[in-house]
């Protein structure tokens, strides 16, 4: 690249990170401004499948991640009272060598992420946000919220569903939608034999996930018509409620949620912007774009994807636009199938059929094969 492009990124979360990491990698030091003050996160856990694996793969920390998340190669499949169903075997990933998903704690993958932003030359302020911004066509000049200013080639508004940058950009228009159905998590201690992720298919569908070669988070998906404000001081009890009819292991673990501290509960939103994600000077990336449910526990893995595929294109000399038509190119597909496929099974498991267990599997089997291939 002849001359440095100069990048803002707005918001420090995976996304951000991710693309604060894979531009330092081809040498353009971000700048990137995050609204907490700290870095926190939800005490709980995500799942990164194999193409967010190989594409932290591609950012250079993907060694970490499995190293201090746990990998796991099957999934298996229960009926509520614990009688197995089936179970399979997570398929292979185009140019990645190990075959499975990585649990991991949300605060283990942050310190990674923002470590490797940070020694790859990121200049990173917290609890700094973008005031105002002004696009000339030349530059996009950025007043933040501290009174200092700066002025960018591109600024990336990795802020999240509710983004700011995106309202500020595209107006109003595009809000998320409450998909009728919340999330319920609550991380606790893992059996060692433990090497799967675990579905069970009861009266509201729970789910083990692996975290470390001692923790597992459980997860529930629910119901909640309204789209109801869960008081944080009964979030024990209310999770509890919602896993009743369960038997077995799960109902063992419902016993252990006593602390509301412990649950943590977030409404099912999704927002799929039309292409292009971009207006002039200013593009958005990860939920900002594309929020989906977590049904195929791929919403970080987009992000991170979409962080990969932009600081690549960024690397190479040339006009901004017919890049940013390259990345809507390469991301359109894959992030839309993702928010459809998510709420296609949103959608089975508030409306049952009697084929709708084995028809969410097999959207799912085809979502991972899909996005198994290069991206
Ligand atoms: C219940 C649940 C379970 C999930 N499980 C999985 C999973 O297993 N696997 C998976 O891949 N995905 C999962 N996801 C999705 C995943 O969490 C998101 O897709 C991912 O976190 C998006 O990253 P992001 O960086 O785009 O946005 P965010 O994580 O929302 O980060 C945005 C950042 O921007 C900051 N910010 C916001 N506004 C501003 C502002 N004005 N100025 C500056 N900074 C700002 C925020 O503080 C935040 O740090 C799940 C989601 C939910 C709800």
Not at 296 to 303: F, I, K, T, V
Request: glycine share 10%; hydrophobic share 40%; with cysteine.
């Amino acid at each position: 690249m002849s001359q440095e492009r100069k990048i803002l990124i707005v918001g420090g979360g995976i996304g951000g990170l991710s693309l604060a990491i894979g531009l330092g990698r081809v040498g353009i030091r971000a700048d990137l401004v995050e609204l907490q003050p700290a870095w926190t996160t939800a005490g709980v856990g995500i799942i990164q499948p194999g193409n967010a694996i190989r594409a932290y793969q591609a950012l250079g920390v993907a060694d970490q991640c499995l190293e201090r998340g746990f990998v796991y190669k099957r999934q298996r499949y229960f009926h509520s009272d614990g009688a197995v169903m089936g179970e399979r075997l997570m398929p292979p990933v185009d140019g990645l060598e190990l075959v499975g998903h990585c649990g991991i704690p949300r605060p283990v993958l942050q310190e990674i992420l923002v470590s490797a932003a940070t020694s790859h030359g990121a200049s990173i302020r917290l609890g700094v946000s973008v005031a105002s911004l002004h696009d000339d066509g030349a530059k996009v000049d950025v007043t933040f919220t501290d009174s200092t200013s700066g002025s960018y080639d591109l600024v990336v508004g990795a802020d999240g569903t509710y983004s700011k940058i995106r309202n500020t950009v595209f107006g109003d228009a595009y809000k998320p939608r409450f998909s009728g159905q919340g999330c319920w998590r609550f991380t606790t201690h893992k059996p060692p034999e433990m090497d799967y992720s675990a579905t069970f298919y009861g009266p509201n569908k729970a789910g083990l996930i692996p975290l470390t070669q001692t923790l597992m988070y459980m997860y529930i998906t629910t119901t909640e018509p309204g789209n109801p404000w869960m008081p944080d001081g009964r979030l024990h009890e209310l999770m509890r409620e919602r896993l009743h009819g369960h038997t077995g292991f799960v109902a063992e673990i419902r016993d252990r949620i006593q602390n509301p501290a412990d649950v943590v509960y977030k409404p099912l939103e999704t927002i799929l912007l039309p292409p292009p994600w971009y207006r002039g000077r200013v593009l958005l990336i990860g939920d900002a774009a594309h929020s989906t449910t977590p049904h195929h526990a791929q919403g970080a893995a987009m992000a991170v994807e979409d962080a990969v595929v932009l600081s690549e294109l960024l690397a190479q000399d040339g006009a901004l636009e017919p890049l940013l038509d390259q990345f809507m190119e390469r991301r359109w597909t894959r992030c839309k199938l993702v928010v459809e496929a998510s709420v296609q099974v949103g959608d089975w498991e508030l409306n049952p059929t009697p084929t709708s267990i084995n028809d969410a599997i097999a959207l799912s089997n085809h979502v991972k094969t899909t996005l198994a291939h290069a991206f």
